[in-house]
């Protein structure tokens, strides 16, 4: 496996972020970050969740996205509004677009992978660029901050995963699911959350982006 810290300029904004490539990679998944836990890409998880990628063949991309910080909030309680999501999104998209010009992943299929906030920023950037990407999979994921035109506008494959501790979230991942007219499928885990959770994902996740990732062709040429 081969680590290489890489720099990506988004506009004025200049993004570290990791590569992590396996020997003989199947596809490459780019992590969208959103805020709070999900935004450190640096951190024990996101580490985790990549470390299950690369066992599986697959490559990664993870990367700062903190120079978004929440437009809304009250009382003390910041939060993302539907403008920081399109912001994310298109930083998620500058780096999508790194990966299509770098020599090593440039014929590599491509997935996206987001978790909490981040599922949103996933969700825009698919529905803007589905042509690019083979598949996406979100986990416990605030997918309705992306707006129901992005969603039904997405035709990326698109795995749902709902941890099963938050019923609320459970709800708001159905009636995204529904507005979705794409290749689908939800899940629901288990696991008492934590590392389980994150694990499961991985697993389910993994899965996902290997029967999708076979037989797409990069569109870059």
């Given at each position: 496996?081969?680590?290489?810290?890489?720099?990506?300029?988004?506009?004025?904004?200049?993004?570290?972020?990791?590569?992590?490539?396996?020997?003989?990679?199947?596809?490459?998944?780019?992590?969208?970050?959103?805020?709070?836990?999900?935004?450190?890409?640096?951190?024990?998880?996101?580490?985790?969740?990549?470390?299950?990628?690369?066992?599986?063949?697959?490559?990664?991309?993870?990367?700062?996205?903190?120079?978004?910080?929440?437009?809304?909030?009250?009382?003390?309680?910041?939060?993302?509004?539907?403008?920081?999501?399109?912001?994310?999104?298109?930083?998620?998209?500058?780096?999508?677009?790194?990966?299509?010009?770098?020599?090593?992943?440039?014929?590599?299929?491509?997935?996206?992978?987001?978790?909490?906030?981040?599922?949103?920023?996933?969700?825009?950037?698919?529905?803007?660029?589905?042509?690019?990407?083979?598949?996406?999979?979100?986990?416990?994921?605030?997918?309705?901050?992306?707006?129901?035109?992005?969603?039904?506008?997405?035709?990326?494959?698109?795995?749902?995963?709902?941890?099963?501790?938050?019923?609320?979230?459970?709800?708001?991942?159905?009636?995204?699911?529904?507005?979705l007219r794409c290749d689908k499928q939800l899940e629901q885990?288990?696991?008492?959350?934590?590392?389980?959770?994150?694990?499961?994902?991985?697993?389910?996740?993994?899965?996902?982006?290997?029967?999708?990732?076979?037989?797409?062709?990069?569109?870059?040429?």
């Open positions: 496996m081969q680590e290489q810290f890489v720099s990506i300029t988004a506009d004025e904004l200049q993004m570290d972020g990791v590569l992590e490539m396996p020997e003989r990679p199947v596809g490459i998944v780019l992590f969208a970050h959103g805020a709070g836990a999900d935004s450190d890409y640096l951190g024990a998880s996101s580490h985790a969740t990549s470390q299950d990628f690369l066992r599986a063949g697959i490559a990664t991309l993870r990367f700062d996205q903190g120079g978004v910080a929440p437009g809304g909030g009250s009382n003390g309680h910041a939060y993302f509004v539907r403008s920081d999501i399109v912001l994310l999104a298109r930083q998620l998209e500058k780096a999508l677009g790194w990966l299509q010009v770098d020599p090593t992943t440039r014929r590599l299929p491509c997935g996206l992978y987001g978790y909490g906030t981040s599922a949103a920023v996933v969700m825009q950037l698919a529905a803007w660029r589905s042509a690019d990407i083979a598949a996406l999979a979100v986990c416990d994921g605030q997918v309705e901050m992306a707006g129901k035109a992005a969603l039904e506008n997405v035709r990326v494959p698109s795995l749902l995963i709902v941890g099963g501790r938050d019923p609320d979230v459970a709800g708001l991942n159905r009636m995204a699911f529904a507005t885990i288990a696991a008492p959350g934590g590392p389980d959770t994150r694990h499961q994902a991985a697993v389910l996740a993994t899965d996902w982006y290997t029967r999708h990732f076979n037989g797409h062709t990069s569109t870059v040429q």
